[in-house]
């Protein structure tokens, strides 16, 4: 691999949370060198309003997110991806389209924090437990030597990543 920009997809199944606070850390901590969108098999149409609020409490930029169907990146004159993140289990285990480029991919599993039930301090609680784990992963993610990896390398840098939970787990 060189040394040059990458295009990052991170997949759920409604595009409305993990997959979105994961396209804000990376294009924010990426800095360039990483281009993040996010996708789901069945877009929930809206961004979860806790997500919106996490990440601007977080300084992250919030004005480009929106909830967008993973066919926007299937198609021929979507921009190419080099790397394919699952964050949700169902989506792991969906019938995925055909990405041009055949780009690398790994299942980076974390809890749908939208899925919580409770108050509104159960529910910022679980958002800020996904964005905390995220975080770590897209931190070992950034700092992996891409350039000098072979593509075996990469790929099993990519699944140990995935497997990393939280401390006391």
Same mark, same amino acid.
């Given at each position: 691999?060189?040394?040059? #920009?990458?295009?990052?997809?991170?997949?759920?199944?409604? %595009?409305?949370?993990?997959?979105? @606070?994961?396209?804000?850390?990376?294009?924010?901590?990426?800095?360039?060198?990483?281009?993040?969108? #996010?996708?789901?098999?069945?877009?929930?149409?809206?961004? %979860?309003?806790?997500?919106?609020? @996490?990440l601007k409490e977080k300084g992250l930029p919030v004005d480009d997110l929106r909830s967008k169907n993973w066919d926007e990146f299937a198609t021929p004159d979507a921009a190419p991806i080099d790397f394919i993140f699952t964050v949700c289990d169902n989506a792991a285990g969906e019938v995925c389209p055909v990405w041009p480029g055949h780009p690398m991919t790994a299942h980076w599993g974390i809890e749908d924090p939208a899925a919580v039930e409770g108050g509104d301090e159960e529910k910022r609680a679980a958002f800020a437990k996904a964005f905390l784990l995220l975080h770590r992963r897209i931190d070992l993610f950034l700092n992996l030597p891409?350039?000098?990896?072979?593509?075996l390398s990469a790929q099993g840098e990519l699944n140990q990543i995935g497997k990393l939970r939280e401390k006391g787990e």
């Amino acid at each position: 691999m060189t040394d040059r #920009s990458y295009n990052v997809l991170f997949l759920c199944t409604g %595009n409305s949370a993990r997959s979105i @606070l994961a396209e804000a850390l990376l294009n924010h901590f990426g800095k360039g060198r990483f281009r993040a969108f #996010s996708a789901g098999s069945h877009p929930a149409g809206k961004v %979860n309003p806790y997500a919106i609020a @996490l990440l601007k409490e977080k300084g992250l930029p919030v004005d480009d997110l929106r909830s967008k169907n993973w066919d926007e990146f299937a198609t021929p004159d979507a921009a190419p991806i080099d790397f394919i993140f699952t964050v949700c289990d169902n989506a792991a285990g969906e019938v995925c389209p055909v990405w041009p480029g055949h780009p690398m991919t790994a299942h980076w599993g974390i809890e749908d924090p939208a899925a919580v039930e409770g108050g509104d301090e159960e529910k910022r609680a679980a958002f800020a437990k996904a964005f905390l784990l995220l975080h770590r992963r897209i931190d070992l993610f950034l700092n992996l030597p891409l350039q000098k990896l072979d593509a075996l390398s990469a790929q099993g840098e990519l699944n140990q990543i995935g497997k990393l939970r939280e401390k006391g787990e």
